[in-house]
């Protein structure tokens, strides 16, 4: 018996990982039959604006606005080919759990695709990836997209080899 995904949640970001997940969530969605649920979900981390001595609601409109563009875009992309039960949510707080837990939960997910992290070890170790933590404490099943729509590996500019 295969595995249908009946409710998928895409964590975007603006990142070329997470509009791979994306376009890869697009054709799992498709393959799965027209009333397969595809949500895209952008985090609005307001965290980041929290040291920022001359925050106001302006940034976090700004924000808002350029979030909506993009993902209407891929609503748009996802309708062009053949998902019609395409929507989106932005939220606001904390993105590892919101895309964990809370999204999923309130959705009824049972699929999380997610973009691998474009994070280098330092940058993993002093902030954490969001995709790691995903991994280690959704709800549902996780699936990572760490190759392109070809299925060759993503190059990372940030990853070196010595």
């Known amino acids: 018996m295969a595995q249908e995904y009946k409710h998928i949640l895409v964590p975007v970001d603006g990142s070329k990982e997470a509009e791979l997940a994306f376009k890869k969530a697009v054709a ?6 027209a009333d397969t649920e595809l949500r895209l979900l952008h985090v609005v981390d307001t965290r980041a604006f929290q040291n920022i001595s001359s925050f106001d609601t302006s940034m976090v409109e700004q924000v808002t ?16 080919h053949g998902v019609e039960n395409a929507s989106y949510s932005i939220e606001y707080g904390a993105p590892k759990t919101i895309i964990a837990r809370d ?7 049972d699929l999380i ?14 902030i ?10 959704a709800i549902c099943d996780v699936l990572v997209v760490r190759t392109d729509l070809d299925n ?3 190059e990372n500019p940030k990853k070196r080899r010595f």
Do not use: Q
Not at 28 to 33: E, S
Not at 65 to 80: C, G, N, P, Q, V
Not at 103 to 109: D, F, H, S
Not at 113 to 126: D, F, H, K, P, S
């Open 128 to 137: 954490g990836s969001v995709t790691e933590f995903v991994t280690r404490t």
């Open 152 to 154: 060759k590996p993503i």
């Open 113 to 126: 695709m997610i973009g691998a992290t474009g994070l280098n070890a330092v940058e993993r170790i002093l």
């Open 28 to 33: 799992v969605a498709k393959r799965n039959g």
């Open 65 to 80: 606005e350029t979030a909506k563009k993009t993902l209407d875009k891929y609503i748009d992309y996802a309708k062009e």
């Open 103 to 109: 999204m999923p939960k309130e959705m009824g997910a």
